[in-house]
Structure formats: structure tokens, C-alpha cells
């Protein structure tokens, strides 16, 4: 499925909830990797505050690319925010939803 890039220069970027890992299976702990470079997952909130509104993402970003100690409130810059759709069927149940997905996050003010 394609994907869609998100322009985020005009916008105010705040760390809402610090990084975690992703998981594949919260059943066996096993963290997702990135297939592009190797480099464990990690999962962001972030709250994105442009032309007078506000989202929160939850965005999926290379543990490469999240530098050491966001805590919730810090002012960021992300690079290479895209958004892509998806859909599966599990068990008889489809559900569909967007990702979002970060080359990387950097302090910023």
C-alpha cells in the first residue's frame, strides 16, 4: 500500500508519551525489528499542534533514530513522517486503521 508524507514544518511537535518498544507478541516479548536496517522498533506519542489543532500519533520510529531520555513535553522535530493505511481480517473480523512511521525524532525548540 502506498504511503503518505506528512508535512510537519509548520507545526509545534511534543513528545506525549516517552518511547517503548514495539512488539510483535506481547505474548513472548519479542520486539519488532526494522527490515531496512536491522534496528529494533520503538513506539512514540507524539502531539502534533498545527493551524489551531491538535492529534496525537502513535508513531513506529527505528530505536536508532529516538535519542536517549524523551520525556513527555519536550519539543521535537520528526523526520520522515509518513502515514499509510491498513487493513487485515482476523478471525473473522477485518479492521483497518492508519500508521504512522518516523526515519527519526530529534530534540528540537
Known amino acids: 500500500m502506498p504511503s503518505f508524507k ?3 514544518s509548520s507545526a509545534v511537535v511534543f513528545v506525549a508519551t516517552p518511547p517503548t518498544p514495539k512488539l510483535v507478541s506481547k505474548q513472548t516479548g519479542e520486539i519488532a525489528i526494522d527490515r531496512e536496517t ?3 522498533l520503538a ?3 507524539l502531539l502534533v499542534a ?3 489543532e491538535g492529534n496525537l500519533y502513535q508513531v ?3 530505536s536508532t533514530g529516538v535519542p536517549e531520555g524523551l520525556a513527555p513535553g519536550t519539543v521535537v522535530h ?3 513522517l509518513k502515514a499509510r493505511d491498513w487493513e ?6 477485518t479492521r483497518h486503521g492508519i500508521s504512522f512511521r518516523a526515519v ?3 530534540a528540537g525548540a
Open 6 to 8: 506528512i508535512d510537519t
Open 38 to 40: 536491522g534496528a529494533p
Open 43 to 45: 513506539m512514540v506519542g
Open 50 to 52: 498545527d493551524e489551531g
Open 60 to 62: 513506529t520510529v527505528p
Open 78 to 80: 520528526v523526520v520522515g
Open 88 to 93: 487485515n481480517t482476523f478471525n473473522g473480523q
Open 104 to 106: 527519526a525524532i530529534t
